[in-house]
């Protein structure tokens, strides 16, 4: 089973300030690594998805990238509204079994 | 816009067996895989298994021996069962849809329920 491992666990930044998230995978998984942004009382909601692919509506100000085992989530500059916990996800190859990281929290 | 909403009995006793519905609205189950994702309070996500519309499954082999997925496309839902349930199963379970569209699968999660939290105790 692939693990992911995501750091830090909590980040504590203030508004218009840069968030830099990690999420390493214990064997490659190539570019099949996703992310979510959880906020309290919410379901998860898709930020993006084949390490790089913004979903729908989400903001530019939002970046991801990577490949194999190092992914990185990028928040230009925080507004209010970004702090949550964010997890990555992958899917390894058929039949896939679907992981998810630990969670980093991003906190004022 | 595609919902989904997650039903079912929010407190079951220890040894028996969990059971979910996840009602779709605003589009056809057909063509998609569909998803059982769980959270226990204050912890992090575990995804438990998928269904095809057409009824083929994949489960987390953690919990192969207890799942069984169900789908019923004349009421546009599908259904979770989890048996010999325990405290560690309580948690808040998701519905979610697979993105991958026209029978393709993405192993992505979009979109979700808003979740049902279910308690295991006596």
């Known amino acids: 089973e692939i693990v992911l491992t995501q750091s830090p666990a909590t980040l504590s930044l203030s508004p218009g300030e840069r968030a830099t998230l990690s999420c390493r995978a214990s064997?490659?998984?190539?570019?099949?690594l996703a992310w979510y942004q959880q906020k309290p009382g919410q379901a998860p909601r898709l930020l993006f998805y084949?390490?790089?692919n913004r979903a729908t509506g989400i903001p530019a100000r939002f970046s991801g990238s990577g490949s194999g085992t190092d992914f990185t989530l990028t928040i230009s500059s925080l507004e209010p509204e970004d702090f949550a916990v964010y997890y990555c996800?992958?899917?390894?190859?058929?039949?896939?079994?679907?992981?998810f990281g630990g969670g980093t929290k991003v906190e004022i | 816009q595609v919902q989904l909403q997650e039903s079912g009995p929010g407190l079951v006793k220890p040894s028996e067996t969990l059971s979910l519905t996840c009602t779709v609205s605003?589009?056809?189950?057909?063509?998609?895989?569909w998803n059982w994702i769980r959270q226990p309070p204050g912890k992090g996500l575990e995804w438990l298994g998928y269904?095809?519309?057409?009824?083929?499954?994949n489960y987390s082999p953690s919990l192969k021996s207890r799942i069984t997925i169900s789908v019923d496309t004349s009421k546009n839902q599908f259904s979770l069962r989890l048996s010999s349930v325990t405290a560690a199963d309580t948690a808040v379970y998701y519905c979610?849809?697979?993105?991958?569209?026209?029978?393709?699968?993405?192993?992505?999660?979009?979109?979700w329920g808003q979740g049902i939290l279910v308690t295991v105790s006596s």
């Open positions: 996800q992958q899917r390894s190859s058929w039949p896939p079994l679907l992981t």
């Open positions: 084949d390490a790089s």
């Open positions: 605003g589009g056809s189950i057909t063509n998609y895989y």
């Open positions: 269904i095809y519309y057409s009824g083929s499954t």
């Open positions: 064997q490659s998984v190539g570019s099949y």
């Open positions: 979610a849809r697979d993105k991958g569209r026209g029978g393709s699968f993405n192993g992505w999660f979009d979109p």
